[in-house]
């Protein structure tokens, strides 16, 4: 399963951006992000019930993700962005069985991602 992203774009610093997710279903999803020349990261992740939610250190208080399990999308409200914040931003689902409470956190514990979506933040 291959997951669709969208919504990012150029944005001068202290901007906002929304990105969406078109997930398969109700399942644990993530957002990371691949900036150039680094490793993939975590950036945010939400429970497949939408009872938790865990951020990245360097996006928490700006970010916030949620989800609307009608439609079957993930969302990524971007505030304050930074020219750090520049990268492709990936979804990710987590189709396995777990805790209700449970962020996974790493890449290795999520099946399907998406595209990628690229953000830039300008200075």
């Known amino acids: 399963v291959q997951l669709v992203e969208s919504g990012g774009g150029l944005v001068q610093a202290g901007g906002s951006l929304r990105l969406f997710c078109a997930a398969s279903?109700?399942?644990?999803m993530g957002w990371f992000r691949q900036a150039p020349g680094k490793e993939r990261e975590f950036v945010a992740g939400i429970t497949w019930n939408g009872y938790a939610s865990d951020y990245a250190d360097s996006v928490r208080g700006r970010f916030a993700i949620s989800r609307d399990d009608s439609k079957n999308e993930v969302f990524l409200q971007m505030n304050s962005l930074k020219p750090e914040d520049t990268a492709v931003y990936y979804c990710?689902?987590?189709?396995?069985?777990?805790?209700?409470?449970?962020?996974?956190?790493?890449?290795?514990?999520?099946?399907?991602w998406g595209q990628g979506t690229q953000v830039f933040v300008s200075s």
């Open positions: 279903g109700r399942y644990a």
């Open positions: 990710a689902e987590d189709q396995s069985a777990r805790s209700p409470w449970y962020v996974p956190r790493v890449a290795g514990d999520y099946d399907s």
